[in-house]
Each structure stands twice: as C-alpha cells, then as structure tokens.
C-alpha cells in the first residue's frame, strides 16, 4: 500500500550518476513546498499568466475580409459596370449578393470558431504543481516563478524551469538551439536551467519555475513577432479547387472579351454600350462561384467540431480533415492502444534461474522499480506484485536499502539500473528490462549506455532464457528480466517476470471495421515478437509480423517486406520511423501512425496523418495532426467514417458547381453567338445569386461514407462536372430552340428569334430549375434512388429557391408572366432531365472506377469505457484467481500529481508534521477572493488563451485573405514542434 511504502520513498531520493562534477543549488524549504494560493495570486498581479500577448483581429476587420480575394473582387467589379451603365436594379442585387456572401461567410466564421474553440479547455495542457503543500494538476497558464512542478519523459517545458531533485533528464532542446542531440540537465556544459518549449526526452526530475510567459528566452524571443504569424492554411484539394475556380473565371473573361469584341465589331452593338456591357456583366457574374470557398470552410470547420464532440477525435488542423479520409494505412501501436496499458503478474509462472527464488525475484525487481511511478504500467505492475508476495512485512524489508544511484528507462537501451548500499550485504546493483538484453547487454547491437555487462554463464543460459522468453510470449505475456550484483562480484540472473496486457474490448471490432473501410492495419511494437503475434491473433489482425531490425536495410526486398508484412516487433523509434517513410514516400501511401509516448513522435511527425492516443505525452501530442481523447482504436474508425462524409459533402457541392457554371456560361455564349439573344442581365444575376444562398445547407447534408479511401482527384471531379454540365448545356439548347415548335403544350408566345422577354423568361426559368436539381445527382454515391436521402435543410432550400423564381416568372410582367401551365411543363422537362443527368453520373463513376459502395453504419463506443479510460485489467496470482484492482484514478495526470504531493511531504519538515486533515484544510483555506479568481480563470480558459506549454489549442484564425484555420500552439507553432505558434481572439 502507499502507507506502507512511506519509508522506503523518503530514504530514495533520487540522485545524478552521470554528472558528479556538477554540484546543484541549495534550495531551502520555502522553496521547496512550493507557493500558497495568496503567494501565487500577487504573483499573477506581478508576472502576470503564463502565456503571450494576446494577438487580437478586431470584428471590422474579419468582416473586410470577406470582401477580399478573386470572386469578391469579380463581384466588385461587376457592381462598378452596374453602377457606370446606370443599372441601379442589377447594382442593388449584385451589391445584395456581395453583401449576404459577406456577411454569410462572417456570421459561418464566427460560428465555426466558437464551435472549435469549445475544445479548448479538454486540451490545454497541466502539469503537476505543488500548491498549498498538495500536488494538482493546474493548467500550465497559471504557472508563476516559484510553482514546484514535476518533469517527465515527453513533457514539454512549459516555463524556463530550474532542476532541483531527481533523474538527470535527457532533454531535446531543438526548439530553442535547433541541435539534433539531447542535452543532459543537470550539467556543467548546460547548467541546471532547462528552457521553455524544449521537451523532456527521458527521466523525472523536480523542479522549480523561474520565469514565464514574455519572461522566458522563447517568449522575449518571439512576443514581437506573434502578430505577424496569422496565416492561412489549404489542404492540397482546396488549393486544387480555388486554382480550378480561378481557371474558370480566366476562361470566361476571355469568353466575355470574345463576346464584346464580336458584338461590338460584328454586330455593330458598340452604338448601344449600355446593353453590351450588362450582357457581358451577365456572363461574369454566371462564371463567379462565390459560395464555393465559404462552403468549403464550413463544412470543414463544423466537421472537425462533430468529430471532436461525438467521436473524442480532436483534429489539429483543417487541412488534416483530407488525411483522414485519404488514409489508406494506420501503423498502431500495441500497448495502450491495441491493448489496455493495465499489466499484471502471474505470480505462479514467475521463472528463477538456479538458487534464486520468486521471493528473491519480487525484491529485486521492484528495487529496480519505483513505487511512485504509477503512471508506468511496468513498475506499477512489479510493485504491486511485491507488495502481494511479502505483504505487511515488505515496507520493513525495503528500509534496510539505501539508494544511491538510478538510471531510468530508454528505448533505445531496454532496461533500467539501481543501485543500493545494505548494511549487511554491501553495494547491491540490480538491473530490469527485456531478458535477453539484460543476460548481455551487447545483445541486439551495443549501445552507448554507461553500463555494460555480460552475466556469469550467460552462455550456457542464453539458450533456456531466450527458450523461457519464447514460451511466455508464445502464451502472450510480457516478460521482464531481473539481474543483480553484489559488490564487485560478477552479474547474476535472478528470473523472468511474465506480465500479460490484455486486448481491449473495442479492438477486434475496430480493426475489422477498419479493415471494412479499406484501411490496412500494422501493429509496429517495441514488445517481443511473440507477444506481437499473439496479441495480433486475439484481436483477428495478421500474424505475418517481423522483427524490427528487418527494417533497417535501405534495400527494395526491405521495401516490400515493410509494404506486406502486418507488423513488426522489437523495434527502436527509428524503426518506426523508417516503417512511416517507406510507406509514405516509396509506396505513396496515406499514412496514418498512433502513438502515445516521446519514442512515437517522429513516426507521428513523420504520418500524414499522425494520431496521439488518449493520455499522450506531451511531445506526442505535439507531433500529431488528430488528437483522441477516448482510449483505444474506436476513435480512429469514427473519425475516418466521418472525415469520408465530410469530403462527400465537399466534392458534390464542387462537382454540383463546377456542372452549374459550365452550363450556364456556355449557354449564355451559345444563345449570343448563334442568335443574337442575350438573356436579361437581371436574371442571370439572380441566378447566380440563388445558387449561392439554396447551397448552403450543403455543409449540413446528410451523406455516407465509401467503403475505400477517398481520392482527392480534382481533375477527375472536374471531368465529371464537363459531362454534367455539358450534357445540361444539350437539355438547355433543346429547350430553347424547341419550345417555340411545341405550341400544342406552352402558351406562351415564345421565340428564340425574336428573344423577347417572355423567351428569355422561360429560359432562365428552365436553367435556374435544372441547376438547382442538379445537386442531388452530384450528392448521391450512386443512382439518386439508392442513396440516402438529403438532409430537410437542403431539400427545402432547394425547393423554396425553384418555388421563388417561378412565382416570380408567373407574377410578374418584369419576369415574363409565363403561364403556370408552362412553368409546370419545365418543371416536368428538367426532373426528367435530372434521370438522364443520373444515368451519365453513375456511367462516368464506372468509367473512372469510382467505388459506388458505402460503409453501413456501425455502432462503437468512442467514449471511455468501463468507469476508465485505460480499462480495468486484473492479476493473475498463483492461485489461479482473478484478483481486481480497487478503483483508483490511474491517468498520467493525477499519478504524477500524487508523487508530487509525496515528495513535498518527504522534504517539508512542515508538511511531514502535519496530518492529513491539516494539509487539507491547508489545501481548501482559500479566501473567497482567490475562488472568484480560480472562476475568472476558469472562464477565461473558455476563451481559448493560450498556454505556453505548446498544449494542442482548436480555435480559428484570421488570415488577410480571409481564411480560417485551426489555431497552432505558441510552442508547436501549427501543432508541430520547434516552431513558434500565434493566436488570435475576435
């Protein structure tokens, strides 16, 4: 128990092997127990939040950019030729439709930041920090000089921090100094200050808070160019679509030039300029689509809201949003991930070599462990052994060992080492990690560490051990080597301990919905090859599998093993790594990576699409472009179902107007030059302008998600949007030329030769109906009857936008007043239109071999399961039952926030005197003020500040050219390390 446990935590206090030279600071006890809630309330008066300057955009200034860029610019420019002829009512409607385009964009803006900016609060960084004598997780904005705080591997740094007990950290100060190596903090060379937005690679130290916000070396550095880091950012379809909008206007303009040169020269129509320039302005505004950006912004925004609201996936960047629904790949990792992190010993398999017994072995390994870390499923698991093998009596046991050096855990080295002095015994050195690493650490390759050893007869038990490891992992057991050394005498090996880590519940049935959804799953794990298999089989994945040192020959065989196998085990992070690029790069592959740990991020760095699971570290997080915030794979199916919806929603409303533009320009074209019949100018601007506004509640439609990962081929879209629009073009011509040979069935008096008002009337009325009903050809996967139906937004705007302008062509002489019994006649030509329109849709998918297919929808659990977001798993002890583990908060954050409140009382004479309802009503005593404070804060935080840790932010910001993006960090500038970050607030 922890009680039990209390001695033995004072008397190993943790020290530094590795730089004896180097001589710490005295840190006298006031500093030490950290601040009292009013200390760190004048402090905050004094220093103020940890965190930049705040970069604001004001209301005025979002609105004027959305009268920036190509379109507006188009829109503008017919408003000026309006204006100039003297068409007041072509002025007032174009002027209309730039100004609800405008404030359209403006208010959608505005809604997609709050929607995003709600996430902010869940992923902001904390940190344990020692306040009023009791550890808490605080967010790192409410650091001030002097908070005691407590360090870990793949934490970032979120203040300049002074080293003061514990590990000698491995810390990766590129973000600052851009070096490829780790520094080692504390040291000569480097000191005991470890800088804000570096990230702690390896150990755990104590520490105190010197400087904050605009204080630290990174934040005087870059407080003066934050306002200059507002940017924009595109995904490589967006760029695509604008760039293809933007070819489309050019060839209109030469249209509208053609037309002016034609007409005037030709046609002798420069005596009346008036009338030629609005038929010019016609064909600009037909050609302009206005919407198509704010659309497409929309629907990205509210999407990444839905995913992070309903599916705990929060996306880190808009243009991530394409990743996701491209992925084709996920290379996942095992513990924590696949499996539940929630290790147990089976006390009756535990294996001990010659005269050494389980007794023996559960000492030693749980000297080599520490009883505090019980965010470390390793150490949790060993201590929790020992204290069920020695009982009460353990605590007495462990107070005999005085520790004098540690050297904490690495991936690359596979194993941890203590050393201790006993009174009786001498200088004890024991050493835990992967079996065959710690038998000969050269085993695999030698590293660099400091401590190197072969153990007595390691010849004769290489084999039986490597023979004892297989059998574990054959079962699906982890295994933990122990050896010791006593004195100068050689190593010997103690025993093996076997740790099982279950499969998740959701695993199975995630992978294979995964697989449903044409995404290949590798499991990539540092585990033993055999584990890898197993758990691999118990969760229905593939066994073909390999070691990781497979991957480590740049050869085109290591190429297609990487791109065939399922996975590889026993892998460093590099391997990780090169396993990403590989696929990536060789293959061209979208490639999606999970991960949790400071090992995983350059293989999230390195994915497309890099996913931090739920309770990542810090650096992880920072490395990913999609954040989980529920455990296991169960996330990742959603956000990809999801992700496929949202980009179904972006290419029919870009096929639907990309179809739209084309007919209407080259019908307008087509009518000049054949029979000198421009349409009223008047009508095509109100055209134009419904199919922006009935377009809308595309970003809301109902749609599915395909059963393969979407291609983002823009060329091919815009081949489907010319047969569309083309064939539009015939329906258009055949109505225009042949309604006046229909006089049996209209009533109207209709002549295209004669291009009077009541022909132009039906005409348009014929165009705006079938451009309007061409969105639910483009919507639907397949043919219009068998895909799901439209959402009501979008069917109602749709519909009020026909009904509207037939009431205007039937009500009005301005408009035609065309019979109702012709307009009803269109109405019927255009629905059939429509079932041809489908016909050549599902013809052109099968030509390209577009996948008509849709994934049915399944239901999976995406929020935390089981009262937890790690599981509850259980121990297998030597009785053979299943022993449960009492419910406990287990998370990273509140294990690490625990060990900080234990270290504060080992080393506060006045703490240590205290009892625990003393420290608690010390803890709770706070004014009424310092509580209105902690709500002014909270609140505050609902407003997205920024925190200086680079803790993953989900908010909007503002461009000069008016787009919106997801909010970077300050230290992970676009949620990437060592790039300075921004934010701005509207």
């Known amino acids: 128990s922890r009680s039990s446990l209390e001695y033995y935590r004072a008397s190993v206090v943790m020290s530094s092997p590795l730089h004896k030279k180097y001589t710490p600071a005295e840190f006298d006890e006031s500093e030490r127990i950290g601040l009292t809630s009013d200390q760190a309330e004048e402090l905050y008066k004094q220093w103020g939040y940890n965190e930049l300057p705040e970069v604001t955009v004001s209301l005025w200034w979002v609105l004027f950019v959305q009268f920036t860029g190509t379109m507006p610019y188009m829109l503008e420019l017919a408003a000026i ?413 103690c025993g093996i301990l076997p740790m099982l880590d279950p499969p998740r519940h959701d695993t199975s049935l995630t992978v294979k919905n995964l697989v449903n959804a044409g995404i290949e799953v590798k499991m990539i794990t540092g585990d033993h090859l055999n584990i890898a298999k197993e758990t691999a089989r118990l969760i229905g994945m593939g066994v073909n599998i390999h070691p990781g040192e497979a991957t480590r020959e740049g050869t085109q065989d290591r190429n297609e093993l990487i791109k065939h196998a399922n996975g590889f085990a026993q892998v460093l992070p590099k391997d990780k790594r090169e396993v990403v690029l590989v696929l990536r790069n060789v293959f061209n592959q979208v490639v999606g990576m999970t991960g949790d740990g400071v090992n995983d991020a350059p293989a999230l760095s390195a994915a497309q699409c890099g996913i931090a699971v739920d309770d990542a570290t810090d650096a992880a997080k920072n490395a990913a472009a999609i954040i989980l915030t529920s455990p296991g794979l169960s996330a990742i199916y959603s956000a990809v179902v999801e992700s496929r919806r949202i980009f179904k929603k972006l290419k029919s409303y870009v096929t639907y107007r990309f179809a739209a533009t084309i007919q209407i320009v080259i019908v307008l074209t087509l009518l000049i030059f054949i029979s000198n019949c421009p349409i009223n100018s008047l009508f095509i601007i109100i055209l134009a302008l419904f199919n922006d506004l009935t377009m809308l509640p595309i970003a809301y439609d109902n749609q599915t998600a395909s059963t393969i990962p979407e291609n983002p081929d823009v060329v091919r879209m815009l081949t489907v949007s010319l047969g569309l629009g083309s064939l539009e073009t015939v329906f258009s011509l055949i109505f225009a030329y042949g309604v006046e040979h229909c006089g049996s069935l209209f009533k109207g008096n209709y002549a295209i030769g004669t291009c009077n008002t009541q022909t132009q009337a039906i005409i348009w009325v014929q165009m705006f109906i079938a451009a309007e009903l061409l969105i639910f050809t483009t919507r639907a996967s397949s043919y219009i009857w068998c895909s799901q139906l439209p959402s009501p937004a979008l069917i109602i705007s749709v519909f009020i936008g026909c009904i509207v302008v037939s009431a205007m062509a039937a009500g009005s002489t301005q408009f035609g007043e065309l019979h109702i019994s012709d307009i009803v006649l269109v109405w019927v030509y255009d629905i059939a239109g429509l079932f041809f329109l489908d016909l050549l849709k599902v013809a052109m998918f099968n030509f390209f071999e577009e996948n008509l297919e849709v994934l049915a929808d399944v239901e999976i659990s995406s929020k935390r399961d089981h009262g937890h977001g790690h599981g509850h798993g259980h121990d297998v002890e030597s009785a053979g039952s299943a022993h449960v583990e009492p419910e406990e908060d287990l998370t990273r954050a509140s294990l690490s926030a625990n060990r900080l409140t234990d270290w504060a009382i080992q080393h506060s004479e006045r703490l240590s005197s205290m009892d625990a309802n003393q420290r608690l009503s010390m803890a709770t005593g706070r004014s009424a003020a310092q509580r209105s404070q902690n709500m002014r804060n909270t609140e505050a935080n609902k407003h997205a500040r920024e925190s200086m840790s680079g803790s993953v932010h989900v908010v909007r910001t503002i461009s000069a050219a008016g787009g919106g993006e997801l909010r970077p960090s300050f230290i992970g500038g676009s949620i990437r390390p060592n790039v300075p970050g921004n934010r701005s607030k509207f």
């Open 81 to 493: 030729i309006a204006i100039a002829v003297q068409d007041y009512t072509d002025f007032a409607i174009i002027l209309a439709m730039l100004l609800a385009n405008g404030f359209l964009g403006f208010h959608e803006q505005l809604k997609a930041a709050e929607s995003l900016a709600e996430l902010t609060n869940k992923m902001e960084q904390k940190i344990p920090v020692l306040r009023d004598g009791k550890a808490e997780q605080l967010l790192t904005r409410l650091l001030v000089p002097g908070d005691v705080v407590l360090l870990m591997g793949g934490v970032q740094v979120p203040a300049d921090i002074e080293w003061m007990e514990g590990d000698v950290l491995s810390v990766d100060t590129a973000a600052l100094t851009g070096e490829p190596l780790p520094r080692k903090y504390p040291s000569d060379e480097h000191g005991a200050v470890i800088l804000c937005a570096c990230t702690v690679r390896a150990g755990e130290a104590y520490g105190i808070v010197r400087k904050t916000g605009i204080n630290t070396e990174i934040g005087s550095a870059n407080a003066d160019i934050m306002k200059d880091k507002t940017q924009q950012k595109m995904s490589v379809f967006e760029t695509r679509v604008l760039l293809a909008v933007k070819i489309i206007i050019c060839l209109s303009l030469a249209d509208v030039l053609l037309i002016f040169l034609i007409q005037g020269f030709v046609r002798n129509e420069f005596n009346d300029i008036k009338e030629l320039l609005l038929t010019c302005l016609s064909i600009i505004i037909a050609a302009i689509p206005v919407a198509l950006p704010l659309v497409m912004q929309v629907t990205m925004a509210l999407g990444a809201g839905k995913m992070a609201r309903d599916f705990d996936s929060v996306v880190t960047s808009l243009p991530a949003l394409q990743d996701i629904s491209s992925m084709t790949i996920l290379c996942s990792d095992k513990t924590g991930t696949l499996t539940t992190a929630r290790i147990t010993i089976h006390a009756e398999s535990v294996w001990c070599c010659g005269n050494f017994t389980k007794q023996d072995v559960a000492l030693y390994g749980v000297l080599a462990s520490n009883p505090d870390k019980k965010e470390d499923p390793i150490d949790r698991s060993v201590t929790g052994h020992f204290e069920r093998v020695f009982g009460p009596s353990g605590a007495n046991i462990l107070k005999e060992y005085t520790k004098t050096r540690s050297v904490g855990f690495n991936p690359i080295f596979k194993r941890v080492v203590y050393e201790y002095t006993h009174p009786k015994i001498g200088r004890i050195t024991i050493a835990k990690g992967l079996p065959t690493k710690v038998l000969d650490t050269a085993d695999g390759g030698k590293d660099d560490a400091a401590d190197q050893w072969v153990v007595k007869d390691a010849n004769k038990l290489k084999a039986v051990v490597e023979k004892t490891d297989y059998d574990f992992s054959k079962a699906g057991y982890k295994t933990l080597g122990v050896v010791v050394k006593i004195n100068d005498e050689p190593w010997n090996y």
